[in-house]
């Protein structure tokens, strides 16, 4: 019993950390029509920007630094989009390939400053102590992770949904030409919308940290994970990806558990399924 | 013009063992197999419009198939490499209909996860695959009782697997399939309109592509005599989608300048600097931003401009 839950917890948490990955890559490509392939790279940066803050000043909190590492990532993201991404706005095959290379370029400077060993992440003191639960333990900092990644899901449904930038964004995905013509300033709300993006992802690299620990390859290992969760859940949905990572992090981390060798293929058969009977995904509107 | 520089171009690549060294012997063969491997992509991204991130798939899985089949199972290199390619290509037509479910950036992202799944395999599979370690202590095959071994005689092996797969894609694509898969790239609504199966012709485009992926998979486990999951890696397939790119996508002979630079350019910058990765990113940044449609389109408007200027 005690492995279902504290795998079933697992699950939970590297679900709510695929979110914080996902979220990102769903907004950039719903709205730029961009799938950004840097996203892994991002995650790992601010995997790293976490390791080095929080092991140097101990008194450090992960929450500040989770968000530093977010402005941080997203600034670099800004300049990527303005000084490359929009130079290519009419060439799309392009602007994968500059992410493309621009992901190679993240990760080995990576390597480069923080070299080919794993650089393991420190918990929050406080949260350290498993929570006891109905005679069961958790792990207190998956909980909040998990509490975490849901909050991050209710602020941005709120942002989308409730404000005026939400309905701009909307307006940009849905009809980007008539959104310009009636004075949206759609280029700016590409800006912003790709440092949100990758901004989200680097603050989750620093959540993941005392789970996943900084390595070279953490990008690669997280991309086409992302990248499952878009198309199972639909590219561009919120909610798809919300559902679409649990989903995934249930099947990656008891495939794992139970058939180590072939969890591989058992992450991409959900993916199969999907593309075989409902291509744009579990509550995409169009396809990709 | 073309008759003349054919013949040379021709009679330079079979001579070449006798006027290099056995260095750049094996530098020739390697660019050999990263152009057909590059050819074989090209096929997808240039005629087909569907720029796949996954190609390194056919080439390490035929290569793991062989490397497997020759080194555990004890199977001869004929058998083999039957089984390897036809596996391969059968993969092909798996993932096809998968990835082709989608166009565009969808296809992309699909072949992208699917590749990283199988690296995925390979690394963590270490019961079949021996993981980080890779299959060493291959051999090479002997066709005919020719043994292969030399820097020499694998050249004149690959140069005749090469011309071969050159000039069956060259068949391929200016067939009547060929046009209609052109078509089915500008336009496939009216392609459909006229008759024709978009979805077809780019599944079928898709298999041969997957073969020939395999074909180029097979000389290069017999050329390293060994196979790692970075031949699978996203990396490998970047490396090849650049070399199309920089070639110049939608030419026959693009692709073989764009592999051979980018394989020249890897050896020359490892031996100086590490960063091979780094470097690749600043390239792909470098020939999107500067030169999006190739170096072999660039030269030939720069050449037609000197004699237009000339004349």
Redesign the interface.
């Known amino acids: 019993m005690q492995f279902w839950i504290i795998q079933g917890l697992n699950s939970l948490s590297l679900g709510g950390l695929l979110f914080l990955l996902s979220s990102g890559f769903s907004l950039i490509f719903g709205l730029m029509r961009l799938a950004n392939l840097t996203h892994g790279a991002f995650f790992m940066l601010g995997t790293y920007l976490g390791a080095t803050a929080l092991r140097s000043y101990s008194g450090l909190n992960i929450w500040v630094t989770a968000i530093g590492a977010g402005i941080a990532v997203a600034a670099i993201g800004g300049l990527f989009e303005r000084l490359v991404l929009t130079r290519l706005k009419t060439n799309p095959l392009g602007q994968v390939l500059v992410t493309l290379g621009m992901s190679f370029i993240i990760s080995d400077a990576c390597l480069m400053l923080w070299g080919g060993d794993s650089i393991p992440v420190p918990t929050p003191q406080n949260l350290q102590s498993p929570t006891r639960f109905f005679g069961f333990v958790f792990p207190t900092y998956r909980l909040v992770l998990v509490g975490c990644a849901i909050g991050a899901a209710i602020v941005l449904y709120y942002l989308l949904e409730r404000t005026r930038l939400g309905a701009m964004i909307r307006a940009g995905v849905d009809d980007g030409q008539m959104a310009r013509a009636v004075g949206i300033p759609v280029s700016n709300l590409f800006t912003l919308v790709f440092c949100l993006g990758v901004g989200i992802a680097g603050a989750g690299g620093v959540l993941g940290g005392p789970i996943l620990s900084a390595y070279p390859g953490l990008d690669g290992d997280m991309l086409p994970l992302a990248l499952i969760v878009v198309i199972l859940g639909g590219i561009g949905s919120l909610l798809g990806a919300f559902i679409g990572s649990f989903i995934i992090g249930f099947i990656y981390t008891f495939g794992t558990a139970l058939f180590p060798e072939l969890a591989y293929i058992i992450l991409f058969l959900p993916m199969i399924f999907v593309i075989a009977f409902r291509p744009q995904g579990l509550f995409g509107r169009v396809g990709a | 013009m073309k008759w003349i520089a054919l013949p040379l171009v021709a009679a330079l690549l079979i001579l070449l063992p006798f006027l290099a060294g056995d260095f750049y012997i094996n530098l020739a063969s390697q660019i050999l197999i990263a152009a057909i491997f590059a050819l074989s992509l090209n096929l997808l991204v240039g005629y087909g419009g569907m720029?796949s991130?996954g190609h390194a798939s056919y080439l390490g899985v035929a290569a793991y198939m062989s490397a497997l089949l020759t080194s555990r199972y004890g199977l001869g290199h004929g058998s083999a490499a039957v089984i390897s390619i036809a596996g391969t290509t059968a993969m092909a037509a798996c993932f096809g209909v998968?990835a082709l479910?989608?166009?565009?950036?969808?296809?992309?992202?699909?072949t992208?996860?699917?590749s990283?799944?199988l690296?995925?395999?390979a690394y963590?599979?270490s019961?079949v695959t021996n993981g980080d370690n890779g299959v060493a202590g291959l051999t090479r095959p002997t066709p005919f009782g020719v043994s292969l071994d030399g820097a020499a005689s694998f050249y004149w092996f690959a140069l005749a697997v090469a011309s071969f797969a050159f000039l069956m894609m060259t068949i391929f694509l200016s067939s009547s399939f060929g046009s209609s898969l052109k078509g089915v790239r500008d336009q496939p609504r009216r392609m459909a309109a006229l008759g024709f199966n978009p979805w077809m012709i780019r599944w079928i485009t898709f298999i041969y592509a997957g073969f020939w992926g395999g074909i180029s998979g097979l000389l290069y486990v017999y050329y390293n005599k060994y196979i790692h999951p970075t031949s699978l890696?996203?990396?490998s397939s970047?490396e090849a989608?650049l070399g199309v790119?920089a070639g110049g996508s939608r030419t026959l002979g693009g692709p073989v300048v764009g592999a051979a630079l980018v394989l020249l350019l890897k050896n020359y910058a490892s031996a100086y600097i590490e960063?091979w990765?780094?470097l690749?990113?600043?390239?792909?940044?470098f020939i999107?931003?500067v030169m999006?449609t190739g170096i072999v389109p660039g030269l030939a408007w720069l050449v037609k401009r000197l004699r237009r200027g000339s004349r």
């Open positions: 720029t991130l998968i479910r989608a166009t565009g950036l969808g296809f992309l992202m699909i992208l996860a699917l990283q799944v690296w995925g395999l963590r599979m019961d890696s996203t990396t970047a989608l790119i960063r990765n780094m690749l990113g600043v390239i792909f940044l999107v931003l999006p």
